[in-house]
């Protein structure tokens, strides 16, 4: 279900929609979405997934996970594991200094324009929550020794 050549937001929608129905037998206890290692609670899984329902947009929290970790310095970051089935690079912030709740919603804007539009974040350019907002795009190997290249996400620009 999750291979082949049609579109894999289509393809991970079906899967969801299986897998929503598998959860709610009597004995599950975790559903794995092995793609982006996630492990969700079989009710919180068919509530996402019941979302499909409606067209507020895919279920990306069940799909991509986005790890935040906090920094010596009190900063937040935060990093995706799930991209790279799309197509698409994986996303790192390392170091930020909104609120990891803002800093993560404002990831999952990026991801769904990501996944609507193709690979986007080229190198080099910008990108940002408001016209006031914006921080540079680097194509760079991971900080978190992922491998390959990752797409970072740095420092605000003056």
Known sequence: ?????????????????????AAKQSGAVAVLWAESSHVTFPPAFVKLAEGLKTPKGPPLYLWVQMLGIQNDDQTVGVYTTGLEAFGHREIEIPRSEMDLGDLREWLHGIILYVLENGPILRDGETIGMTPTHKVRISHCP?????????????????
Do not use: F, W
């Not at 050549?5 to 969801?16: N, Q």
């Open 1 to 21: 279900m999750l291979g082949g050549g049609e579109d894999p937001v289509r393809r991970r929608l079906l899967a969801t929609a299986v897998t929503a129905i």
């Open 142 to 158: 991971s900080k978190l020794d992922r491998p390959g290249t990752v797409v970072c996400l740095g420092e605000p620009l003056q």
